[in-house]
C-alpha cells in the first residue's frame, strides 16, 4: 500500500517552475492560498533536497488560517543527509522525515549527518545508493500518511512519475515566460526518449485564479 499521490506546482507559460537562478516567485496571492488549503487537507508534504537548499520551505500552513495539527508530516528526499540543521523544515512545527541513501553505510560525514539529523527528525534508512521511493511510500504509508502531496522540484517530480507513483498533477500556469534552457522544468531528470513512452494525463478540471490559470490532471 502507498499514499494517493497529488504532485501540485506553479509554472510559467514555458514551463519552468525557477528560473536558471533558481528565482521561483510564480504563484499569485489567490494560487498561494489554494496550495495552503491543499496542504491542510493532505497527512503529508514532500520536497527534494535542492528544494530545501534552494528555498529554505517551512511546508507549513501559513497562508490561511490554520492549527499547529493542520500541518502535515514533512518529508526531504535527501540521499546524502544534507538537509541543514538550521533549516525551517526542522522546526517544531510539523514532523519531519529526512530519507537519506545507502550512503551512510559507506561514507563517514553522511553518517554524522545523519545521526544529527536524527535528533530532530525520523530518518528513513533506503537500501539502495538513490532514496528508493517505492520503498519510501510504503514506509510512509506505514506512518499513516494516505495523501501525500509532492511539492517538488524537477528531478524528484521526473523520478516520482517514472516509477507511477504519482496519481494527480494540479499545476498553476502564470502568464509569464522566463525562457533559459538552464531554468528548471515541471519535470526534469533523464526523461523519455519516445514520445510512446510518455505518461498521459486525462484533465479533469481547470479554471482561471487571479492572474492565474489551474489544471487538474488525473494520471492515466
Ligand atoms: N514552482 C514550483 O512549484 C516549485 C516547487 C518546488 C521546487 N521548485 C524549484 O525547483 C528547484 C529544485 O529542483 P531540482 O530538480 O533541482 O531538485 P529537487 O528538489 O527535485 O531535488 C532533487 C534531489 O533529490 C535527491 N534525490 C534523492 N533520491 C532521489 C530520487 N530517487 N529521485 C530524485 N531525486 C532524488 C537528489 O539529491 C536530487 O538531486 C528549486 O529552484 C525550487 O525553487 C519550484
Ligand atoms: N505552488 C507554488 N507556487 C510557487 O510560486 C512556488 N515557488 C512554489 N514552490 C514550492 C516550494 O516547495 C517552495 O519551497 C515553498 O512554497 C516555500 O514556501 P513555504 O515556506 O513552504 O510556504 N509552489
Redesign the pocket.
Known amino acids: 500500500m502507498r499514499p494517493y499521490v497529488i504532485l ?4 510559467t507559460l514555458d514551463g ?4 536558471k537562478t ?3 516567485e ?2 499569485g496571492l489567490e494560487d498561494l492560498k489554494r496550495v495552503h488549503e491543499l496542504r491542510k487537507e493532505v497527512d503529508g508534504i514532500m ?9 529554505d ?1 517551512r511546508l507549513t500552513v501559513h497562508k490561511i488560517t490554520s492549527e499547529k495539527l493542520d500541518n502535515p508530516i514533512r518529508v526531504v ?4 543527509a ?1 538537509t541543514p540543521i538550521e533549516s525551517r523544515i526542522l522546526n517544531d512545527d510539523a514532523l519531519t522525515i529526512i ?1 537519506v ?1 545507502n550512503k551512510v553505510e559507506t561514507d563517514n560525514i553522511i553518517f554524522e549527518r545523519s545521526k544529527a539529523l536524527s535528533e530532530k527528525a525520523d530518518v528513513f534508512y ?1 537500501k ?1 545508493p ?4 517505492k520503498e ?1 511510500m510504503k514506509y510512509l504509508y506505514s506512518k499513516k500518511i494516505k495523501t501525500l502531496m509532492l ?10 512519475l517514472r ?1 507511477n507513483l504519482i496519481d494527480e498533477i494540479r ?2 500556469v502564470a502568464p509569464m515566460v522566463v525562457g533559459g534552457k538552464y531554468a ?1 522544468t ?1 519535470f ?2 533523464d526523461g523519455f526518449d519516445f514520445m510512446k513512452e510518455a505518461i498521459n494525463l486525462e484533465l479533469k478540471n481547470s479554471y482561471q485564479l487571479g492572474k492565474d490559470l489551474v489544471l487538474e490532471y488525473k494520471v492515466l
Open positions: 501540485n506546482a506553479a509554472m519552468k517552475i525557477a528560473t533558481g528565482s521561483s510564480i504563484s520536497v527534494g533536497i535542492n528544494t530545501v537548499l534552494m528555498d520551505p528526499v535527501d540521499n546524502k544534507r530519507a541513501s533506503s539502495d538513490s532514496v528508493n521511493l519510501l511539492e517538488g522540484g524537477s528531478t524528484l517530480n521526473f523520478s516520482m516509477e499545476v498553476c528548471k515541471l526534469d531528470g
